[in-house]
């Protein structure tokens, strides 16, 4: 926790080695949060390339009210959700459905899936309704508390909890599912 | 089906495999971005230790770690004063004028960088002062105008900085303030430094018309208040102070200090254009703060004591994960710009031999003190961190993990033992 404040003061004060750290610490962390809401790799790396690029150019805007992480993944979140919303807007004109199916399709080597049950999960993730979704993985991968997933979402704890527990039942019935297939 | 903890220890485990070179591409852009964006440095950071300009909770906890750090150095290095005569009288008409001002012109330069900056300093015979500084930055050929309020009836020190439109104040207790007041290189500051060297009489000349007596000290031991130039402090390779005294008024016409420090730093400052008696009120040093400023900084500095310079390590040991290096004023110094840069990096500067040298000087100044920040941690409850000798004969021991102790020498040629 001290680090992470120690860094992006660093970073204020014009530190590019603070800002390698930062990236090497959380780049891989924030790409895996963005790639499980996505559902797709290379939008995920995309989303994160852009994140750090406007992250680092404008420094002085981060104000850190929790920790850094918890505020990463929030940036990384509000982007994906644009970009969802984007890629509805596509496909609801029409624009690049094939493209924008979820999959893993695109890239899955990239994918560290070493065995048929995390394809399974990830196929079962792409399918929970978004908000569900968003709170699994920022709960279990970002790292969020409830109380700040709570607050990004804004809704209250209970309901985040909520989110949670049924998309954890969700996921269950859809693994079910599959393996009575 | 799994329990649900597996699913959650499965959506843990999602993880992904990223291409190195894209990565080094990916940080590279990053880093480009930032740097093109990257908003022209002040030079801030390289300001001393009472003007650090402190944006944060953690820069003020550094600024006061270090003022703390500071002040005990100080108290191992302080030299005593001694007497002189004919400068002697020079002071004690100082102290019977109503209150002066003078120009004051300085010039500090750093491995060939030099920074010049000129005020108009006022001083009160309460010893309120009112410094009125332009100053040139090196870097980008800016002025800057910055006014300094002492302020001696509030225990405090005010720093307002026009462009950034912004201030400081930092509070003081009694001891601390008066401290300070030595570090502002004032006349007669001047002079009780020069009195406790070895100095000559230059004889008579004239300077403006006016008939004056010339006094001047070479010796090595001057150690002039300098405030704002912490680093000037400690070895000096060559020192030249002159002062002129009016032979009919016995108060002062021009002075003139040329330091240069075994390191190469070099201070050179001219005082002149002395209004004596000028008539100076309250409202002539109440701070001119502009609505719009902001106030950055409100620190009120911890008295010096063995509690406070332990809390300060404790802090700094906090804050940089281990103590700083090394104890002297010269060092504090650097540390000082490591808490504000925390360039952990570049913190491996010391050569060896600035290291010993570092510590020849303690030596010298005969107070054995020992620090042992370079291979002493936080949690090394047995270590010796800092030692000094007290007047009894016995050690004061602040150990690793900051406890206190007094040692008789043999326990601490024990302690000390590799």
Not at chain 2, 226 to 237: I, P
Not at chain 2, 253 to 269: N, Q
Request: proline share 3%; glycine share 4%; net charge neutral.
């Amino acid at each position: 926790m001290i680090e992470d404040k120690l860094l992006i003061w660093r970073l204020k004060r014009g530190s590019s080695n603070a800002l390698c750290r930062i990236y090497k610490k959380y780049k891989g962390n924030l790409l895996r949060l963005a790639a499980s809401l996505l559902s797709d790799t290379s939008a995920a790396e995309d989303i994160v390339h852009d994140f750090f690029v406007s992250f680092a150019q404008s420094p002085e805007k981060i104000k850190l009210d929790g920790s850094l992480k918890s505020y990463l993944a929030t940036c990384i979140v509000n982007r994906v959700r644009n970009a969802n919303k984007t890629r509805q807007r596509q496909e609801t004109t029409g624009l690049n459905k094939a493209e924008s199916t979820v999959s893993n399709s695109k890239r899955p080597e990239q994918w560290i899936i070493d065995s048929e049950q995390l394809r399974q999960l990830n196929d079962a993730l792409a399918q929970l309704p978004e908000q569900q979704r968003e709170v699994i993985i920022l709960h279990l991968q970002g790292g969020m508390k409830f109380k700040a997933i709570a607050e990004l979402q804004g809704v209250s704890i209970n309901t985040v909890q909520s989110r949670y527990r049924y998309g954890l039942d969700r996921l269950r019935s859809i693994l079910d599912s599959e393996v009575k297939l | 089906m799994r329990p649900e903890d597996s699913i959650e220890k499965l959506i843990k485990n999602i993880n992904i495999d990223t291409n190195a070179k894209i990565d080094d591409k990916v940080l590279g852009e990053v880093v480009e971005a930032f740097e093109k964006s990257k908003v022209k440095k002040t030079s801030a950071t390289e300001q001393n230790i009472g003007r650090v300009i402190m944006k944060s909770p953690i820069t003020k906890l550094a600024a006061a770690v270090v003022i703390i750090i500071a002040c005990l150095t100080g108290l191992f290095l302080w030299k005593n004063t001694g007497s002189g005569i004919a400068l002697a009288d020079v002071l004690t008409k100082i102290e019977q004028v109503t209150g002066y001002r003078y120009q004051l012109s300085s010039t500090i330069t750093r491995q060939q960088t030099s920074r010049d900056w000129t005020s108009t300093v006022f001083i009160s015979r309460d010893n309120s002062m009112k410094m009125v500084a332009k100053m040139v930055d090196p870097n980008n050929g800016e002025i800057k105008h910055e006014d300094t309020y002492f302020l001696p009836q509030q225990n405090s020190i005010i720093f307002v900085m026009h462009e950034p439109k912004a201030y400081i104040r930092l509070k003081f207790d009694d001891n601390e303030m008066e401290n300070y007041r030595e570090k502002y290189n004032d006349p007669r500051i001047i002079i009780k430094h020069i009195l406790s060297c070895d100095h000559t009489s230059l004889g008579q000349s004239v300077i403006d018309g006016i008939t004056v007596e010339g006094f001047q000290t070479r010796d090595l031991a001057y150690n002039g208040g300098f405030v704002g130039h912490a680093d000037l402090r400690g070895q000096a390779d060559k020192v030249d102070v002159k002062i002129w005294v009016d032979i009919n008024t016995f108060l002062p016409v021009r002075s003139e200090e040329d330091i240069v420090t075994k390191k190469g730093t070099r201070l050179y400052e001219v005082s002149s254009d002395f209004k004596w008696n000028v008539v100076l009120d309250a409202a002539d040093f109440e701070p001119d703060i502009p609505d719009d400023y902001t106030l950055e900084v409100d620190l009120t500095v911890p008295p010096l004591n063995e509690e406070t310079a332990i809390k300060g390590l404790r802090i700094f040991a906090d804050l940089a994960g281990d103590y700083p290096d090394n104890f002297d004023r010269s060092t504090i110094n650097k540390e000082t710009k490591r808490l504000i840069r925390l360039e952990k990096d570049s913190l491996k500067h010391l050569t060896n031999d600035e290291r010993s040298r570092r510590r020849d000087q303690l030596v010298e100044d005969k107070k054995e003190t020992a620090y042992y920040g370079e291979t002493v941690g936080p949690d090394d409850t047995n270590k010796v961190l800092l030692r000094w000798k007290l007047d009894n004969g016995q050690y004061r021991v602040i150990f690793g993990d900051l406890s206190i102790k007094n040692v008789t020498p043999e326990e601490l040629a024990e302690l000390e033992k590799p």
